[in-house]
């Protein structure tokens, strides 16, 4: 008999909006040019186009994503840095079977992530960010090597906090730090919490262009050991701007209405986004994404085990802007190649794996910056 499950979106919202990995810089900017942080009596730079037609990134990927905009040379001003954002987002994955077994599995996924400046002066800035995430499932699926149950449910709950210094001579350096917990328990024991640190330092070649080199660690990340951060900035004009290196991006606006965007971080992300603006403040976008999550069992018998999905996805969406500082988007499309496993890297992908149909979803996000 099928386990019930209670799949509401408020659940989340009425548990986590009082309080409420990583937060994610919002993929919604072009490139600009880089500017010091305001002093006490600066006022904050404008908020992101209002044409600006991609959805907001969320919590949850960990990775080179604790830094992106952070540090990044001729890239837009981190989320929270100057001002402070609130975003939510669900998502819904109807029922698809699973392979090998007489069952099917859906899912809803329920983010919120908060950001929020802690302290600042000309030439540093403290930035607090906590984050939520909840996979809340419908499957009588079991993982079939160890014989175990498939989660009911899986959370990542974490805080964090990152650091800027801008020197005199142009230089700049930095870090983030996050604790938290990714489990179908979490908080239930010291070993299913996670730790995510990374640092840089950013040397400018001139105003458009500079290296980044530094190192970022997440518990949570694909790999479970720090990976290096090396690439060069260069955006040789306000429409186009990249990151060759590690990580690596692209940002392009060939005219005032078309925006394009690619991302790459090791060592199996990738986001691709092609935008068009409809109308002032309504954008229609399209993409590519494939993404992985990571997580601890409470019930693991290996202290290094780690329960792995992937998943790709083709995705259209609409963005609306409810004013210069929040915006909503209504996103569909059609997830594959998913599937879980667990172990310590991607070569036990074969072990306790269990993989799901394909098959659409829908997503709605909502953005408050103030």
């Known amino acids: 008999m099928r386990r019930s499950r209670c799949l509401s979106f408020p659940l989340l919202v009425g548990l986590t909006l ?9 993929a919604t900017e072009l490139p600009a040019a880089d500017v010091p942080p305001p002093g006490r009596d ?7 186009p209002a044409w600006a037609p991609f959805p907001s990134s969320l919590a949850g990927r960990g990775g080179y994503d604790d830094l992106r905009g952070l540090g990044s040379l001729g890239g837009p001003a981190p989320p929270g840095l100057f001002g402070s954002r609130v975003a939510y987002g669900a998502s819904w994955y109807p029922n698809q079977p699973v392979a090998g077994q007489p069952t099917s599995l859906g899912f809803v996924r329920q983010d919120l992530a908060l950001s929020a400046p802690a302290w600042r002066d000309e030439a540093d800035a403290v930035t607090w960010s906590a984050h939520v995430r909840a996979n809340l499932y419908d499957t009588d699926a079991v993982l079939p090597d160890s014989g175990r149950a498939f989660p009911d449910a899986l959370w990542n709950v974490g805080v964090g906090a990152s650091y800027l210094h801008r020197f005199d001579n142009g230089w700049a350096a930095g870090g983030t730090v996050n604790v938290g917990s990714a489990s179908d328990r979490p908080f239930g024991a010291w070993r299913d919490m996670t730790v995510g640190v990374g640092g840089f330092v ?15 660690y997440s518990a949570t990340g694909e790999v479970p050991f720090p990976i290096p951060i090396v690439s060069y900035a260069w955006q040789p004009s306000d429409e186009f701007g990249m990151n060759v290196g590690l990580p690596l991006s692209v940002r392009w606006r060939p005219t005032e209405d078309w925006l394009f965007d690619l991302s790459y971080t090791p060592i199996r992300s990738v986001h691709a986004r092609a935008g068009y603006r409809l109308a002032d403040g309504l954008g229609l976008y399209g993409g590519f994404d494939w993404s992985n999550e990571v997580y601890l069992l409470s019930d693991r018998p290996d202290d290094r085990e780690r329960l792995y ?7 259209a969406g609409l963005r609306y802007d409810l004013g210069p500082t929040s915006a909503v988007d209504l996103a569909g499309g059609y997830a594959f190649d998913r599937f879980y496993f667990t172990g ?3 070569s036990d992908q074969q072990h306790d794996r269990v993989d799901v149909g394909n098959g659409p979803f829908l997503s709605l996000r909502v953005q408050f910056r103030y």
């Not at 009082?18 to 919002?26: K, S, V």
């Not at 600066?42 to 992101?48: E, G, H, I, K, T």
């Not at 999905?309 to 995705?315: D, G, M, N, Q, R």
């Open 344 to 346: 310590r890297q991607w």
């Open 202 to 216: 950013r040397i400018p070649t001139s105003d458009r262009s500079g290296w980044m080199l530094g190192a970022m």
């Open 18 to 26: 009082p309080a409420a990995a990583a937060a994610q810089p919002a």
């Open 42 to 48: 600066q006022a904050a730079p404008d908020p992101p």
């Open 309 to 315: 999905y992937y998943e790709k996805t083709l995705s």
